[in-house]
């Protein structure tokens, strides 16, 4: 089913709703001017609400976050399109003519309350990986995403529902049987949306390295050793296990954190530092020690770059909580008896050392999202050698791609913090505004001639 939007007025597109693209949104919104604020993922929020803390004044990630969601989600001049992937975009004259997918869910969202009946009565219930929580939980094949989610809408899994994958889901459907407002629909088709922009922030956010590209390691070989993405959804109040940190079933006595895990190594083909790693380590090491209180703590650091403001400060702070911090990068993880066993050369000392470990967290490099290249195919963008979308002038035009009236906002840039993240979300808003008076101004132009 196609469909054409024309509001008449300039408009913009805004493609990822993480922070980034959520920060751009409401910029421009706020300025009087229309916002398609486009996610693949069933609701907007990205990356970020994923995260129990935020480094350096552990403020609840979800407590920032969330009210932009809610704002974004009610803004008259945001239109949402969650669960939705631009599929094509071409510039005519001034503007962008953009057709976007609109992905069925199966689930009427004007009908849907968010009750949650249906994930309960669902036969895959506790039975689907979660990929929100890093695979430490499972769902229902009918989900939200996390109870914060914008919209709060229901969405049926398509490789996971036993009607759709199958055909046949027992006698009955028990999701449509149990939901008091009717709104299962499994004869939703996929809906194609035409647009007219005159820009386009892209803000498609990150992907981490997969660590099993360092074996050495024992990620997906032993249970005990996790990423620091798999880390924030353990300690996350709202997470799996309610923010306790607990590895197979205890509180952990003995914790190793390793930084640099694919970062400025050749050999994963990722010479540059993700800059984000040695602050968010130093702020898992915070919560452990705040929540295992006992425990012993390590930090396996090839060197250590507290950048921002007020991030000395808390580095500092975090060694002074009896955080052992030690030169070298580890060589091999292992098992010993029922423990693993960390080994490493302390560069400070001149010798290997081994430290053993109930649990052993990873600071996985940032790398560019697994579509990069068919985003920058679709939008005709140019990548730095990194991999990530390259600007027009590092100095000069830091938020402009080479593409006129197309910017950038966030980690498809480039690695970077949740401050940097939104001040460039707000110059990529500034600078699509310009673009957006300009078109206005040439629409009242023709009006009165």
């Known amino acids: 089913m196609d469909r054409q939007v024309d509001r008449g007025q300039p408009a913009a597109l805004v493609i990822g709703a993480g922070i980034a693209g959520i920060q751009a949104a409401l910029d421009i919104a706020d300025a009087g001017f229309l916002v398609y604020l486009v996610e693949r993922e069933p609701s907007i929020g990205g990356r970020m609400a994923q995260l129990d803390k935020t480094f350096p004044t552990l403020d609840c990630s979800s407590c920032i976050l969330t009210p932009k969601m809610v704002d974004a989600g009610q803004h008259p001049d945001i239109e949402l399109m969650t669960y939705s992937e631009v599929t094509s975009i071409e510039r005519r004259g001034e503007s962008f003519r953009v057709q976007v997918r609109k992905k069925p869910r199966y689930v009427d969202v004007d009908l849907c309350r968010g009750c949650g009946d249906c994930a309960e009565a669902c036969r895959m219930k506790g039975r689907v990986v979660s990929d929100f929580d890093e695979g430490i939980a499972n769902r229902s094949a009918i989900y939200v995403p996390f109870p914060q989610a914008v919209p709060l809408?229901?969405?049926?899994?398509?490789?996971?529902?036993?009607?759709?994958?199958?055909?046949?889901?027992?006698?009955?459907?028990?999701?449509?049987?149990?939901?008091?407002?009717?709104?299962?629909?499994?004869?939703?088709?996929?809906?194609?949306?035409?647009?007219?922009?005159?820009?386009?922030?892209?803000?498609?956010?990150?992907?981490?390295?997969?660590?099993?590209?360092?074996?050495?390691?024992?990620?997906?070989?032993?249970?005990?050793?996790?990423?620091?993405?798999?880390?924030?959804?353990?300690?996350?109040?709202?997470?799996?296990?309610?923010?306790?940190?607990?590895?197979?079933?205890?509180?952990?006595?003995?914790?190793?954190?390793?930084?640099?895990?694919?970062?400025?190594?050749?050999?994963?083909?990722?010479?540059?530092?993700?800059?984000?790693?040695?602050?968010?380590?130093?702020?898992?090491?915070?919560?452990?020690?705040?929540?295992?209180?006992?425990?012993?703590?390590?930090?396996?650091?090839?060197?250590?770059?507290?950048?921002?403001?007020?991030?000395?400060?808390?580095?500092?702070?975090?060694?002074?909580?009896?955080?052992?911090?030690r030169r070298g990068e580890p060589s091999e993880v292992y098992r010993r008896g029922e423990r693993l066993v960390v080994l490493a050369e302390d560069t400070m000392l001149g010798r290997p050392v081994e430290v053993e470990a109930d649990l052993v967290v990873l600071a996985t490099a940032i790398v560019p999202r697994a579509d990069v290249q068919d985003v920058a195919y679709l939008l005709d963008l140019e990548r730095s050698p990194d991999g990530f979308f390259q600007e027009a002038h590092p100095k000069l035009r830091p938020v402009d791609t080479n593409v006129e009236g197309i910017f950038m906002a966030g980690c498809c840039q480039s690695p970077k913090d949740i401050p940097d993240t939104v001040s460039q979300a707000k110059a990529a808003a500034s600078s699509a505004l310009r673009m957006l008076v300009r078109a206005r101004q040439a629409a009242s132009t023709r009006v009165q001639g």
């Open 153 to 325: 809408k229901y969405t049926v899994d398509p490789e996971a529902c036993l009607y759709l994958t199958r055909g046949v889901c027992g006698r009955t459907f028990k999701c449509k049987d149990a939901c008091p407002a009717d709104a299962i629909d499994f004869e939703q088709k996929e809906e194609l949306v035409d647009l007219d922009v005159q820009a386009v922030i892209v803000a498609t956010g990150f992907d981490l390295i997969d660590p099993k590209t360092k074996p050495e390691y024992g990620y997906g070989v032993y249970p005990e050793v996790m990423t620091g993405i798999e880390f924030e959804r353990l300690a996350d109040a709202s997470g799996p296990t309610k923010g306790q940190i607990l590895v197979n079933g205890k509180k952990p006595g003995d914790v190793v954190f390793i930084k640099c895990v694919g970062s400025r190594d050749p050999h994963t083909g990722v010479p540059y530092c993700s800059r984000v790693c040695c602050m968010y380590t130093a702020k898992h090491a915070h919560l452990v020690r705040d929540r295992v209180p006992d425990a012993n703590i390590t930090v396996f650091y090839m060197d250590v770059r507290a950048f921002g403001k007020g991030y000395e400060e808390f580095y500092d702070r975090v060694k002074h909580e009896r955080v052992t911090y």
